[in-house]
């Protein structure tokens, strides 16, 4: 049992890297008619920025579930099917299209625990060890309510069998835009119960591109795991 743990941390460790509704038409008849106020009132209703930011809520809570709802029984999309997969990336395609914070990169909305809920990557970035699919948290410490370092942070973990088996990435990054961090990754700690059995350090480094954010959701990409050349989608939520 020890040989085969030690395998799947072997694995862990080489591959870890990580419509509106039609106007009416009117008569073209001259009116001697006063214009009712209401009529004027609700044109500007349709038009007003915070009607219009109320729906993309809406529309943005509907989304997200369904995006949810389809991840749900994929083991963090390792074993999705390709309408799954069509289906969900034509959710992340209207989402992007409505997300409402502009700095990606530096929003104290990152700032927490974060759950995979799907991604492309089919390594050990999506919690696969071996034949198993642990589940994968990314926690974000961000400088103010970081108390181990004076600046940001992050540790992705993957937890087997409740934890009794834990692998954890630790990185930080250097903001290169408001939509890209470039993250330089450090050290990788494996722990059997608790107790750290391997831990090596890492000078890797990688582009991750967001491309939505808001209190309790993100998206990302980034190139690594099996997938080495084209870019992977990362869906992540609180």
């Known amino acids: 049992m020890r040989s085969a743990v030690f395998h799947l941390l072997a694995v862990f460790a ?12 009117t008569s073209t008849a001259r ?3 006063p214009v009712s106020p209401l009529h004027v009132s609700n ?4 038009f007003s920025p915070a009607k219009s930011s109320q729906k993309n809520v809406e529309l943005a809570s509907e989304l997200k579930q369904e995006i949810r709802s389809l991840a749900a029984r994929t083991q963090n999309g390792i074993v999705a099917a390709d309408e799954v997969r069509s289906a969900i990336a034509e959710n992340v395609r209207r989402l992007e299209a409505i997300n409402p914070t502009s700095d990606l990169t530096s929003s104290p909305k990152l700032n927490g625990s974060w759950k995979l809920v799907y ?3 089919g390594g050990s970035s999506a919690g696969k060890l071996g034949p198993f699919v642990g589940d994968v948290e990314q926690l974000i410490r961000l400088g103010n309510d970081n108390s181990d370092t004076d600046g940001d942070d992050y540790i992705n973990y993957v937890r087997l069998g409740g934890g009794a088996v834990e692998g954890a990435l630790t990185a930080t990054w250097d903001v290169k835009s408001k939509k890209e961090w470039q993250v ?3 050290s990788i700690r ?3 119960l608790g107790i750290p059995v391997v831990e090596k350090e890492l000078g890797a480094t990688g582009i991750w591109r967001k491309s939505y954010l808001d209190d309790d959701f993100r998206i990302l990409y980034a190139i690594g795991g099996k997938n080495a050349i084209n870019e992977n989608i990362y869906i992540l939520s609180k």
């Open 43 to 46: 044109l500007f209703d349709i």
């Open 31 to 33: 009116s001697d008619r």
């Open 119 to 121: 991604t492309t990557n």
């Open 184 to 186: 330089n990754f450090q």
């Open 190 to 192: 494996f722990s059997i």
């Open 14 to 25: 080489s591959t870890s890297a990580f419509s509106t509704s039609p106007i009416p038409s």
